[in-house]
């Protein structure tokens, strides 16, 4: 009989390929989806859908209990909102209330946080390991330390957590707009400042969320072994599509600006912009390496694809479907 896995965020970029690598590895999948969410695109799968009352334990505990999960894997949560509240009731209470449940069911929990928890170096050297003092420079980075610490309270549960560094992919919408920016002959940098930047293709997120359902415990830091330079992830988009750019270097002054005008507006509209002073703080920061030591011994972590070869890959998906 199929081992039984309960997985929140399933309509999203992330919660698609890890339905995908948790099929290949023969599981049974109940997605979270709220009525709200778009899931056409989760129509090939073979798995079945339910909705969830984060808000209660107990109703949460039965849903887990009636359906007779053996895991729970939690990669729902916001990663844009309007305030450190809000931020913090989705990000923290849900995730809370979600292991709570997992606990009083004697179910293993897989949380999928996020190196922003940790927060960047603030130099050039080193490494950001599991030991690194959590300094998160952003809400949404904070709301994510308070959920990791508030789980390792609860008494009972047994947990992994994953702290990706940023995840790309097909079907990604956030670095896409970078890529769609190159497709227009525009390569953009805040400021001039070196950076050192981490990066995880989406397929090796997902096998490493199945190898952690079975091994692994506590945090894990997870990105593809390597440190790239800031001008990194263009200079292979355009290497991939035969690219032509105009580099333009934005002052950081000018972008800080920029931030505290969609700050207002968004106070103004009550919906979280792009690019704010707080997603500011994270875009800018220094050193984003990371090391997945660890990840490599508890998790038999092996990356599959280094920068270029995920690039080239999502790249060519975005063409197929008409993206780029």
Not at 42 to 58: C, H, K, M, P, R
Not at 62 to 75: K, L, M, P, S, T
Not at 81 to 106: R, W
Not at 239 to 256: E, F, Q
């Amino acid at each position: 009989m199929k081992e039984r896995v309960l997985l929140t965020g399933a309509s999203g970029f992330i919660g698609f390929h890890i339905i995908e690598a948790l099929l290949t590895a023969g599981y049974d999948v109940t997605a979270v989806v709220r009525k709200s969410s778009k899931v056409e695109h989760l129509s090939e799968f073979a798995i079945q859908y339910t909705d969830l009352d984060f808000n209660s334990v107990d109703a949460l505990k039965d849903n887990i209990a009636q359906n007779n999960y053996n895991y729970v894997i939690h990669a729902a949560g916001v990663t844009s909102a309007l305030t450190p509240a809000d931020y913090n009731y989705f990000n923290t209470t849900y995730t809370v209330n979600l292991a709570q449940a997992a606990a009083n069911s004697g179910v293993r929990f897989v949380f999928l946080s996020s190196l922003a928890a940790i927060g960047p170096l603030k130099d050039l050297n080193g490494q950001i390991t599991e030991a690194t003092p959590p300094a998160p420079v952003t809400y949404y980075g904070e709301s994510k330390l308070r959920a990791e610490t508030e789980i390792r309270e609860i008494e009972g549960l047994t947990y992994v957590i994953l702290r990706p560094t940023a995840v790309y992919g097909p079907r990604e919408r956030g670095i896409f707009i970078m890529f769609k920016q190159l497709t227009r002959g525009i390569e953009l940098y805040i400021g001039r400042k070196p950076q050192q930047l981490s990066f995880i293709y989406c397929k090796d997120l997902a096998d490493v969320v199945i190898k952690s359902l079975k091994q692994g415990s506590g945090g894990y830091n997870l990105s593809d072994g390597n440190a790239y330079d800031r001008n990194k992830l263009a200079e292979i988009s355009k290497d991939v599509l035969h690219l032509r750019t105009l580099r333009i270097n934005l002052p950081m002054a000018l972008v800080k600006l920029i931030a505290l005008a969609a700050d207002k507006i968004s106070y103004l509209t009550k919906k979280p912009a792009p690019l704010n002073t707080d997603k500011l703080n994270e875009l800018a920061a220094t050193n984003w390496n990371c090391s997945i030591d660890k990840a490599r011994k508890d998790l038999d972590f092996a990356p599959r694809f280094d920068l270029y070869k995920g690039v080239k890959e999502t790249l060519l998906w975005y063409k197929k479907e008409n993206w780029i």
